[in-house]
């Protein structure tokens, strides 16, 4: 394993030598997640994918929630790895493992506890609602999971490897692809075989990644690294939750829309998860510039080298914003082609399904820049360790994204969901971009003008 040092060379260069990596791997995430949408689709129904897009945001939360701490616990890492201070960054890693044991379990039996309930109160349909509570189950069981694979690749991107999450999403996707035609179409086990497959993939890139740091001199830990340190373990949950907190108001959101959605029928759920489930290929690229960003902004702001996290951040979104145009393209010009993939030309109903899944589609890749600026901003503040206002950029989209949801579609019909999307973008933007600039300021004072 090669580790980067982010703080000398071109920026846009090392921004892209961590983005390009992680785009690969996260086209291999969502490839495996795609196929787990048509496999169940075409091999067990419209039924059964409209009740994996019933879950959608319900699963997304407790998995963003994961996520989000795994990438609050990395940003001190970023620092001190810029900084070359191997002692803290051990320490960092250590006390970080502790608390993503303690708090996988509580999230794990809280999301469990939680989805019955949840899915009455979203209005899912009876006739799907067992597929549904199937589906989580198994997902939810396999949390610890999550959580530990997204804090060793945070630790690798930290330390400048964006190769190695990239071989383990690889692996994983093979492996959950194999499962998923094994077990749903081979075995008839269902939409929870779906859901077994997924954790299992899972399970290897952990494997895969643990197997990628033992490699590592600098990552050696000794047992006094693995102590808990309430001082060190207050600034990780400082940096950790507020991040799971955004993405948890974010899907809170998502369920909000969620509920308007169901009531419209089996048909309109399954076109709006089949664009969902695209909804991860569009944003590929934006969440892969996002973590490039926050580790370049977090090893420069360890070495203390403020005006080239200025330089990267418009490197960056002048990027994103110019391969945000080349997807949209892509979109409009065989969107109706892909879309098809997950729904059952047979199936009552299905001509229905596709033209809602094309529709939502066109309109989220014409609003593809306005979701990259977003990723390049909030990530970029998050390396700088504002980890409040992206949060705050999230309590935005969830106001834009609930009242647009509930009350657009009273004026413009079906399509009043659809825009709910793109205003929850917005939002975030107009609070992440000014966030951006005075945090840079402070920066800049702080450490003076030479910095």
Known sequence: MRTRNMTEGRPIRLIMGIALPLMLGNVFQQLYTVVDASVVGQGVGMEALAALGASDWFNWMFLSIAQGLAQGFAIPMAHAFGAKDYDGLRKNVGNAAVLAVVTSAIITVA??????????????????????????TVLFAGLPVVMAYNLLAGVLRSLGDGRSPLYAMIVASLVNIALDVLFVVGFGWGVSSAAAATVIAQGCSCLFCLYRLKGVEVMRLKRSDLKPDPRLCGRLLRLGVPISAQN??????????????????????????ATNKLYGVLEIAAVSYGYAMSTYAGQNLGARKIDRIRRGVRSGALAGVLTAAGIAAAMFLFGRQIVSLFIDSGAENAADAVR??????RVMSAALPVLYILHVYRSALQGMGNTVMPMVSGLAEFVMRTGSALLLPGLVGYWG????????WAGADLILV???????????KRFGEGA
């Open 356 to 361: 809602i899944a094309v529709e939502y589609l």
């Open 417 to 424: 969901v659809f825009y709910a999307e793109i205003l929850a």
């Open 434 to 444: 000014p966030s951006y600039l005075s945090t840079f300021a402070r920066l800049k």
């Open 248 to 273: 948890a108001i974010i899907s809170v959101g998502g369920m909000i829309v969620q509920s308007v959605v169901n009531p419209l029928g089996v048909a309109f759920i399954a076109g709006y998860t």
């Open 111 to 136: 999301a469990l506890l939680l989805i019955r309930p949840v899915l009455a109160l979203l209005g899912t349909p009876e006739d799907i609602r067992p597929m549904s509570t199937a589906y989580l």
